[in-house]
């Protein structure tokens, strides 16, 4: 079975069990893992804003708050605590999408080259996959009529 392709963040097994976890409510919980989720598919190294942290009430925020789950910053936004210790940076998803889209664009024009090219026995000259082809230096008489 293929690995999932989604974006994920990463936690521990004992995540549930942790001192500053295990004390939390049902709603302080929820909403710790799911500003990690939010922080990690929006790329924003583990800041968050009041909005969401506001999200199950006043009461769960101020307990990720006093668990030191959520530290206050000096420009009035919040940030989870060791957010880039436990997951990639914005920088490093960024680094991997364009891998991947790189090796995608590589698997397409391999593609391709084997269904037009190979498949067909067919050499051309502009395919940079195609052996011994390369660019002609003026175009064919047959082909500038059209």
């Known amino acids: 079975m293929a690995k999932d392709k989604r974006p994920y963040f990463t936690m521990t097994n004992e995540y549930p069990r942790h001192r500053k976890i295990r004390g939390l409510s049902?709603?302080?919980?929820?909403?710790?893992?799911?500003?990690?989720?939010?922080a990690n598919e929006e790329?924003?190294?583990?800041?968050?804003?009041?909005?969401?942290?506001?999200?199950?009430?006043?009461?769960?925020?101020?307990?990720?708050?006093?668990?030191?789950?959520?530290?206050a910053l000096p420009d009035g936004t919040f940030a989870l605590h060791d957010y880039l210790k436990h997951q990639n940076s914005a920088e490093e998803i960024?680094?991997?999408?364009?891998?991947?889209?790189?090796?995608?664009?590589?698997?397409?024009?391999?593609?391709?080259?084997t269904r037009h090219h190979v498949n067909k026995g067919r050499i051309d000259p502009n395919c940079?996959?195609?052996?011994g082809a390369e660019p002609p230096e003026h175009e064919p008489?047959?082909?500038s009529e059209i």
């Open 26 to 38: 049902d709603a302080a919980f929820r909403l710790h893992v799911t500003l990690i989720a939010l």
């Open 43 to 71: 790329t924003r190294d583990g800041l968050v804003s009041d909005g969401d942290l506001l999200a199950k009430g006043t009461k769960a925020k101020k307990e990720l708050i006093t668990a030191g789950l959520v530290v």
């Open 94 to 113: 960024a680094r991997y999408r364009a891998e991947q889209k790189e090796r995608g664009q590589r698997g397409g024009l391999k593609s391709a080259h």
């Open 128 to 131: 940079a996959l195609c052996p």
């Open 141 to 143: 008489e047959e082909l």
